[in-house]
């Protein structure tokens, strides 16, 4: 019924063939439904003016807008509630980067979880792995990032089933940045930066925006890490020296910003895989 409203089904000539006025007052036409607790289908059989056999499944409908509107039985009002709203705003806080070098690439995060002013936990992990030479670091939501996570790599994985051959990371960035586009306007907050060894540094958004580069910093702290970072790096960096200046670009960012600190999480990607840097947090700080 609501659909024949959206797309103006019954102004066509085929509608007005079909079912003509005289139909919907037709004695012999029987309309039932189910109350809210039962989902079951009833089958009803009609035959309109014209002789034209119809036959409906009709689900149950009790708080349908379009159904009340051509029926004249009454319908209890709905009394639930459409959105709920937090009782206070929540805000997130994270640093996380990544930069591409002559040795490889490299992810690197703080492991605080903030909500608001609570630090909700100060050892949580804000890069995983999603296979053997990509790694995703990630910042928003964390209930969101970690179900975008799980999709990606389970995406990724039947690919590789399918076809037997890995996903490339422009593939994978691509494929993350259509599942998201549908969300866009919604309050789904993911920002993942995809950190892979064909030397590919891709940031995927929520709102399916896909952005390649050669450095990225996300979150609260992005600006203060991009301040060392800025200054610091080159392509020409060892690995020694690019795991010393992401961890100083974090280390740095923490000290400034409320909602990032703890410790630093840090993976090098190379050709032989992905090696982590992660040291065992301390709860002191």
Known sequence: MA???????????????????????DSAT????????????????SVGNNGTPLHFLMPALPYSTTFNRRRSFPVPPANHSVTVRRP????????TLGFIFQGGVIAAA?????????????????????????????SGSGADCMLWERILAREIRLYQ?????RLSIRGAAKLLSFMLH????????VALTLCGWDKELIYVCSDGARLQGDVFS?????????????????WTLSKDEAVSLAREAVFRAT???AYSGNNVDLFLITAKGWISYYTKPSYSD
């Open 3 to 25: 659909l024949e409203d959206v797309c103006g089904f019954e102004e066509t000539l085929l509608h007005r063939k079909w079912f003509p006025a005289s139909y919907l007052e």
């Open 30 to 45: 029987s309309y039932r439904t189910t109350d809210s607790y039962n989902s079951g289908l009833r089958q009803e059989k």
């Open 88 to 95: 206070f705003p929540l805000s997130h806080g994270t640093t």
């Open 110 to 138: 703080d492991t605080r979880a903030s909500a608001g002013g609570l630090v909700a936990c100060p050892a949580v992990h804000k890069i995983t792995p999603i296979h053997s030479h990509l790694v995703v670091t990630s």
């Open 161 to 165: 089933l399918r076809h037997r051959r």
């Open 182 to 189: 549908p969300f866009k306007g919604t309050e789904v907050c």
């Open 218 to 234: 996300v979150g609260s702290g992005s600006p203060y890490a991009y301040g060392v970072l800025d200054r610091e790096l080159r």
């Open 255 to 257: 000290h400034r910003d």
